[in-house]
């Protein structure tokens, strides 16, 4: 990045975070019914009692430090005391399987492992006695036990009245995090990011984002994942900026109330959820408060196809101060009444879901890299956004279009070159070989094109592109995003593979076909609704309804029904919410071929 960066490191981040923002409120967890909030100071204090307690375990420099954790204090913590010590931080999912916890931990040979729970702590030792490296663990909540592990305040004790000053890193290519990738084809990858890669990205988040030290978030989205750690993390650490830790998924819309944030970092599903929900609610209510919405929502929509011919309406304009009074402020009041914007990344939101969300008066800002890439590549920001794209490159990021990868003269494989591209996988040379170029740009796999102006558009993932018997490529992730609106339709999965027409595996949403049958005087209940022919019918209709602007060969000729969920706890999800195709295919690949066999 050019000398304009904000932060060389993450050691520097830290240093001017806690500096600047001292009495100022950090994070905020539920406790007992109540918000309480630690400030930046605070905070401060016990990263320095963790360094020098990491620092008398023996970490230093190079040495690893690894946790299984869903967001909280301690795991913000434990990042910052182990960067101070020139030594990297592992950060793993509570929901993956214990075998991808002992293959990370064997794979990184961390020395300290910090985990959630005393449950977490008794599944490791199990698989303890061949993880040579292991020196400590440590349980964030729950006893210690002698000669196994520390209780967090026994961790912290150690460090009490034995201070050890945080140390930058001499060269910024120091590798400050593993992060191991998603694991949909084979084993995690561990994605090393350096000092420069965050502290960078986090200097290229100030120079666009509108993110100020006023601003809150609900923190959901897990700081394990690139996205989450880098934009809300690191991002609002630095800015000073607070964020409420939620307390679990079920409980977002609860805790955006009493939250109150201003922004939220997010993946599609979340706000796919806000309009499914939302759709539900006005279709339950019915009546003017239906009408309203839904005028309301119309309205919007034609303002800004004014604004985007240059044009306006008073008439519409004065309609909006109305509508956002009577409709959009009630709303926003079920997320805390304060929410501005909406930060989404991951994978790609729906364009219909995206001017959902804006017409209600959050602003979405659209995003677009990967944990090799630390992870912000392009973004759309105040002065430059379009829906429906990913944005433009950040500050000291360019953005190059393969079309040789693809055959295509428009869609190529999209190259990433700047400050943020990764040191590399650790220990897989030939991984590494694959993904860079000659000059360090770095292969992302997927695809897309750029417009005129340098807005990126993704259309698929080349790995996950197949080829129909009549020679045509199918991207199945950005057919399957358009079915989930469906409010019948929990999750999806299209195949086609060298056959002649597509296929989907259909995840059907049962408390509404619950209620849907009730209305339709069907009585079978539960997964029984899955056999009914009505229902059968139903799907096809909306999977017809929400795939009208597919192409002709992309277009759903047969449906599979199933009740169970891809969930991480079946291992048909990875921890950052992607489909395990080859694992879904093992377990329903039977159905989904048969239906080629009518």
């Given at each position: 990045?050019?000398?304009?960066s904000?932060?060389?490191?993450?050691?520097q981040?830290?240093?001017?975070?806690?500096k600047?923002?001292?009495?100022?409120?950090?994070f905020?967890?539920?406790?007992?019914?109540?918000?309480?909030?630690?400030?930046?100071?605070?905070?401060?204090?016990?990263v320095?009692?963790a360094?020098?307690?990491?620092?008398?375990?023996?970490?230093?420099?190079?040495d690893?430090?690894?946790?299984?954790?869903?967001?909280?204090?301690?795991?913000a913590?434990g990042a910052?005391?182990t960067?101070g010590?020139?030594?990297s931080y592992?950060?793993m999912?509570?929901q993956q399987?214990?075998?991808e916890?002992?293959?990370?931990?064997?794979?990184?040979?961390?020395?300290?492992?910090?985990v959630?729970?005393?449950?977490?702590?008794?599944?490791?030792?199990e698989?303890?006695?061949?993880?040579?490296?292991?020196?400590?663990v440590?349980?964030m909540?729950g006893k210690?036990v002698?000669g196994?592990?520390l209780?967090?305040?026994e961790?912290?004790?150690l460090?009490?009245?034995?201070?050890?000053?945080?140390?930058?890193p001499?060269?910024?290519k120091?590798?400050a995090?593993?992060?191991?990738?998603?694991?949909?084809?084979?084993?995690?990858?561990?994605?090393?990011?350096?000092h420069?890669?965050?502290?960078?990205?986090?200097?290229?988040i100030?120079?666009?984002?509108?993110m100020?030290?006023?601003d809150?978030s609900?923190s959901?989205?897990?700081?394990a994942?690139?996205?989450?750690q880098?934009?809300?993390?690191?991002?609002?650490f630095?800015?000073?900026?607070?964020?409420?830790?939620?307390e679990?998924v079920?409980?977002?819309?609860e805790n955006?109330?009493?939250?109150?944030?201003?922004?939220?970092?997010?993946?599609?599903?979340?706000?796919?959820?806000?309009?499914?929900?939302?759709?539900?609610?006005?279709s339950?209510?019915?009546?003017?408060?239906?009408?309203?919405?839904?005028?309301?929502?119309?309205?919007?929509?034609?303002?800004?196809?004014?604004?985007?011919?240059?044009k306006?309406s008073?008439?519409?304009d004065?309609?909006?101060?109305?509508?956002d009074?009577?409709?959009?402020?009630k709303?926003?009041?079920?997320?805390?009444?304060?929410l501005?914007?909406?930060?989404?990344?991951?994978?790609?939101i729906?364009?219909?879901?995206?001017?959902?969300?804006d017409?209600?008066?959050?602003t979405?800002y659209?995003?677009?890299g990967?944990?090799?890439t630390?992870?912000?590549?392009?973004?759309n920001?105040?002065?430059?956004?379009k829906?429906?794209?990913?944005?433009?490159a950040?500050?000291g990021?360019r953005?190059?279009?393969d079309h040789?990868a693809?055959?295509?003269?428009?869609?190529?494989?999209?190259?990433?070159?700047?400050?943020?591209?990764?040191q590399?996988?650790?220990?897989?040379?030939?991984?590494?070989?694959?993904?860079f170029?000659?000059?360090?740009?770095?292969?992302t796999?997927?695809m897309?094109?750029?417009?005129d102006?340098?807005f990126?558009?993704?259309?698929?993932r080349?790995?996950?592109q197949?080829?129909?018997?009549?020679?045509?490529?199918v991207?199945?992730?950005p057919?399957?995003e358009?079915?989930?609106?469906?409010?019948y339709?929990?999750n999806?999965?299209?195949?086609?593979?060298?056959?002649?027409?597509?296929?989907a595996?259909?995840?059907?949403?049962?408390?509404?076909?619950?209620?849907?049958a009730?209305?339709?005087?069907?009585?079978?209940?539960g997964e029984?609704?899955?056999?009914?022919?009505a229902?059968?019918?139903?799907?096809?209709?909306?999977?017809?309804?929400?795939s009208?602007e597919?192409k002709?060969?992309?277009k759903i000729?047969?449906?599979?029904?199933?009740?169970?969920?891809?969930?991480?706890?079946?291992?048909?999800?990875?921890p950052?919410l992607?489909?395990k195709?080859?694992v879904?295919?093992?377990?329903?690949g039977e159905?989904?071929?048969?239906?080629?066999?009518?």
């Amino acid at each position: 990045m050019p000398s304009e960066s904000k932060f060389q490191n993450m050691t520097q981040l830290y240093a001017h975070a806690v500096k600047s923002f001292g009495p100022r409120p950090l994070f905020g967890t539920k406790v007992a019914g109540e918000w309480k909030w630690t400030t930046y100071a605070e905070f401060g204090n016990e990263v320095e009692l963790a360094r020098s307690a990491f620092a008398g375990l023996g970490v230093g420099k190079g040495d690893r430090v690894a946790v299984i954790a869903n967001n909280r204090s301690e795991w913000a913590v434990g990042a910052y005391a182990t960067y101070g010590l020139r030594a990297s931080y592992v950060p793993m999912y509570e929901q993956q399987l214990p075998k991808e916890w002992h293959y990370i931990l064997a794979d990184c040979r961390a020395k300290v492992l910090l985990v959630a729970n005393e449950q977490i702590r008794d599944r490791i030792e199990e698989v303890r006695g061949d993880l040579k490296e292991l020196e400590t663990v440590v349980v964030m909540t729950g006893k210690g036990v002698p000669g196994k592990s520390l209780a967090w305040s026994e961790l912290l004790a150690l460090g009490k009245g034995k201070p050890v000053p945080a140390v930058e890193p001499e060269d910024n290519k120091e590798i400050a995090g593993f992060i191991y990738t998603s694991g949909t084809t084979g084993n995690p990858k561990g994605v090393l990011l350096s000092h420069g890669n965050l502290a960078n990205n986090v200097s290229a988040i100030h120079a666009v984002f509108p993110m100020s030290d006023n601003d809150r978030s609900l923190s959901f989205l897990p700081w394990a994942h690139s996205f989450g750690q880098t934009v809300e993390l690191h991002g609002l650490f630095s800015m000073g900026a607070s964020m409420g830790i939620a307390e679990a998924v079920d409980k977002i819309i609860e805790n955006l109330g009493e939250v109150q944030p201003t922004l939220l970092v997010s993946v599609p599903r979340i706000f796919n959820r806000i309009y499914d929900g939302l759709h539900k609610t006005m279709s339950a209510d019915g009546g003017l408060k239906k009408k309203l919405f839904y005028a309301a929502i119309a309205n919007e929509d034609k303002r800004k196809l004014l604004a985007s011919q240059g044009k306006s309406s008073g008439v519409a304009d004065l309609k909006h101060k109305i509508f956002d009074k009577l409709v959009f402020q009630k709303v926003r009041a079920r997320f805390g009444g304060k929410l501005k914007y909406a930060f989404s990344g991951g994978a790609a939101i729906s364009k219909e879901v995206a001017e959902f969300i804006d017409n209600l008066g959050i602003t979405v800002y659209e995003g677009y890299g990967l944990t090799e890439t630390s992870p912000i590549a392009t973004a759309n920001w105040p002065g430059a956004r379009k829906i429906g794209s990913v944005g433009k490159a950040i500050p000291g990021v360019r953005i190059v279009i393969d079309h040789a990868a693809t055959g295509d003269d428009k869609n190529g494989e999209i190259l990433v070159y700047g400050h943020n591209v990764m040191q590399g996988y650790h220990d897989l040379p030939g991984e590494n070989e694959k993904v860079f170029t000659a000059d360090h740009g770095f292969r992302t796999g997927d695809m897309g094109f750029l417009d005129d102006a340098g807005f990126l558009y993704i259309t698929g993932r080349i790995k996950e592109q197949y080829k129909l018997e009549n020679g045509k490529y199918v991207s199945p992730a950005p057919l399957e995003e358009h079915l989930k609106l469906s409010p019948y339709i929990a999750n999806v999965m299209v195949y086609g593979d060298n056959k002649p027409y597509n296929v989907a595996l259909i995840v059907a949403d049962l408390p509404a076909l619950e209620q849907w049958a009730g209305e339709h005087e069907l009585t079978a209940k539960g997964e029984a609704l899955l056999a009914e022919p009505a229902v059968m019918k139903l799907l096809e209709e909306q999977v017809a309804k929400y795939s009208s602007e597919f192409k002709q060969f992309e277009k759903i000729r047969k449906l599979a029904l199933v009740s169970e969920d891809f969930t991480t706890a079946n291992d048909m999800l990875t921890p950052s919410l992607k489909v395990k195709r080859r694992v879904v295919l093992k377990k329903h690949g039977e159905k989904l071929t048969s239906l080629y066999d009518a």
